[in-house]
């Protein structure tokens, strides 16, 4: 049986549907149970009780992470992603050893990289990490801290870097692109000729339900992407084909963004919308024979074509 962290966000509800359509055995692991199928834990951390949340569980995934929170005093922030994603990663796999479960798929993140790759230069596994803000770094330590619990009890360790993940019911800076896009707002990202990796949730969660069983899997890590990076501006116009409408693209010169980003506080934020981001996905095809089973069209119209929530 497979146990998933996170069960009710994002990537987790996603995950535990596709494992039950599969027909794999699977417990929802959540904060607070509201349907029979899920089991309640306590909050995540350094002395989480995971007992009787994996009892006879063979593999986790663990999908649950504190991330970005508005409105949160920096040393809080600190101090929640250390303990959460640092912390409590660290207790769930050496609870997870000690009660017999073999293998930890645990979902990372490209941050752990940085906030942008060299220009036209895709990250490969070679690359040393160097996360840029503390979110990333508590993704960088829970790795290391995975690594160290294997080493010590031989569990399995599996860890998949993704970069940004869209799909039904995706929010923030995607979902407002989109909305942007769809009521035919002018758009300044036509001079922008960077290269962005993304990732549709179903082949994140195809990508995750395969570690989960693969032998080959075991002991390595994943980039994991679409196949197909976009610029900024390429992105928009797939958007706007997906959705049946016409993008109003400007070419608007990235030193005036930059500009822009100085003059209003955003600098972080424009540096992201004109920077590279991208990884090599070649290991994990070569290791796994595994291919993403959307394409970013297909994936794009299965965002636009679902019920708002």
């Known amino acids: 049986m497979i146990a998933v962290t996170g069960a009710n966000g994002f990537v987790g509800r996603a995950l535990i549907e596709q494992l039950r359509a599969d027909g794999v055995p699977v417990r929802a692991l959540v904060r607070h149970a509201t349907h029979p199928q899920e089991v309640s834990v306590d909050a995540i951390g350094p002395h989480t009780d995971w007992t009787s949340a ?3 569980i063979d593999c986790v995934i663990h999908c649950a992470a504190h991330v970005h929170q508005m409105g949160r005093a920096p040393q809080d922030a600190d101090d929640r992603y250390l303990q959460i994603n640092t912390q409590g990663t660290a207790r769930l796999a050496a609870e997870a050893a000690r009660l017999g479960v073999r293998r930890l798929v645990f979902v990372s993140s490209v941050k752990v990289m940085g906030e942008a790759s060299p220009p036209g230069v895709p990250w490969r596994l070679s690359d040393t990490p160097h996360p840029e803000d503390a979110y990333g770094r508590s993704k960088w ?6 690594w160290a619990v294997s080493s010590q ?9 993704p970069p940004l993940v869209y799909g039904p019911g995706v929010r923030a800076n995607f979902r407002s692109l989109m909305r942007w896009v769809q009521r035919g707002w002018p758009l300044p990202v036509g001079a922008i000729h960077n290269q962005r ?3 549709a949730l179903d082949n994140l969660v195809s990508l995750l339900a395969l570690c989960a069983r693969a032998p080959r899997a075991a002991g390595q890590t994943f980039f994991v992407s679409d196949g197909h990076d976009l610029s900024t501006g390429d992105l928009a116009r797939a958007i ?11 070419p608007v010169p990235p030193a005036w963004l930059r500009l822009a980003g100085r003059m209003t506080g955003r600098s972080a934020a424009i540096d992201r919308l004109l920077g590279d981001l991208q990884v090599d996905i070649g290991h994990t095809i070569e290791r796994l024979d595994w291919r993403p089973v959307l394409t970013v069209e297909q994936a794009l119209r299965k965002v636009v074509q679902a019920p708002k929530a």
């Open 54 to 56: 994996l009892d006879g």
């Open 141 to 146: 330590a829970a790795e290391q801290a995975l």
């Open 153 to 161: 009890t031989g569990l399995e360790v599996v860890i998949v870097r």
């Open 197 to 199: 990796s993304l990732v």
């Open 240 to 250: 706007a084909r997906a959705s049946g409408r016409r993008a109003l693209i400007l």
